[in-house]
């Protein structure tokens, strides 16, 4: 322990070595100090399990902070899609790059808290504490903890999430579906077809997200009540958001024009290169997204 406190690790920009943070540079060099201290006093069993606990205690650590690195390159931008995973997702589906960074951002969440699961009781364990003790801290995690007279349920959580991300991806393949055999079989307009697959996914999003917060064991008149509250303040701050959401809408539905199209807006003019919702992207003559 003396000596690892001592090693300089980390290599730093300009090439030189730097050491561990001081935090654990000193707990490395007390806890080798103190454990040589009780074996020369004569404390034999105190000073073996001191060094029984840093050594599986450390090695679950490590074991566990491998795991929260590995959850968060999958985390970052582009990191779920060059794992195998991602590219068997992104050879064999419809999902884009900006969908697999959302996925991997779910999966690195779920990594991070399967690691909590996993290593928080062994740790406990190692320490002292008896399983049913960890089981019973566990039960009532799991079935309900209240605070006042809210309860909050982990395994409501999990379930809603859970529900929520099938409801999801049944949607998006209920999507693709729909465009790639049906309407593209019954040859369709572009338009047409892109709008109804827009508003099959919203309202598939939408339903899942009910659904999920059903799951979840929250009350929905409660959230009602909360939404019917803030509506008042938020519609005088979104505005121009609401106002944009309704245009798409009504773009999608009237289609005065469709992907593909030429079309002038103001000073703006090119070709319709997408229709959402949100927004319609447009590519002007320079090559320009607007």
């Given at each position: 322990l003396i000596l690892m406190g001592l090693l300089k690790p980390f290599k730093a920009a300009d090439g030189s070595w730097r050491p561990w943070p001081a935090w654990l540079r000193y707990t490395a060099v007390a806890l080798g100090l103190?454990?040589?201290?009780?074996?020369?006093?004569?404390?034999?069993?105190?000073?073996?399990?001191?060094?029984?606990?840093?050594?599986?205690?450390?090695?679950?650590?490590?074991?566990?902070?491998?795991?929260?690195?590995?959850?968060?390159?999958?985390s970052e931008e582009g990191g779920f899609a060059n794992t195998s995973i991602g590219r068997w997702l992104s050879t064999n589906s419809s999902y884009e790059e900006s969908a697999l960074d959302q996925l991997g951002l779910v999966v690195s969440v779920a990594i991070n808290l399967m690691i909590v699961l996993v290593f928080l009781p062994l740790i406990l364990l190692m320490w002292g504490f008896q399983p049913g003790d960890i089981e019973a801290w566990g039960y009532k995690l799991a079935t309900?903890?209240?605070?006042?007279?809210?309860?909050?349920?982990?395994?409501?959580?999990l379930t809603g999430i859970i529900v929520f991300i099938i409801g999801y991806f049944l949607t998006r393949w209920f999507q693709g579906w729909l465009d790639g055999s049906v309407m593209a079989r019954g040859k369709v307009d572009t338009g047409v077809r892109n709008s109804i697959r827009l508003a099959v996914g919203y309202a598939g999003v939408a339903l899942a997200a009910?659904?999920?917060v059903s799951a979840a064991g929250i009350d929905l008149s409660n959230l009602a009540l909360v939404a019917g509250a803030l509506s008042l303040g938020i519609g005088f701050g979104l505005q121009n958001v609401v106002s944009n959401f309704v245009s798409g809408l009504i773009?999608?539905?009237?289609?005065?024009?469709?992907?593909?199209?030429?079309?002038?807006?103001?000073?703006?003019?090119?070709?319709?290169?997408?229709?959402?919702v949100r927004a319609t992207e447009i590519e002007t003559f320079q090559r320009q997204s607007v």
């Open positions: 103190f454990t040589i201290a009780t074996a020369l006093l004569g404390y034999i069993g105190l000073a073996l399990f001191v060094s029984l606990q840093v050594v599986v205690t450390g090695t679950i650590l490590v074991t566990a902070y491998i795991g929260f690195l590995s959850a968060r390159a999958i309900g903890l209240t605070i006042g007279s809210v309860t909050i349920s982990v395994t409501g959580i009910l659904v999920g773009l999608l539905a009237e289609r005065p024009f469709k992907v593909g199209d030429w079309i002038v807006a103001g000073d703006i003019s090119g070709t319709v290169k997408k229709i959402s």
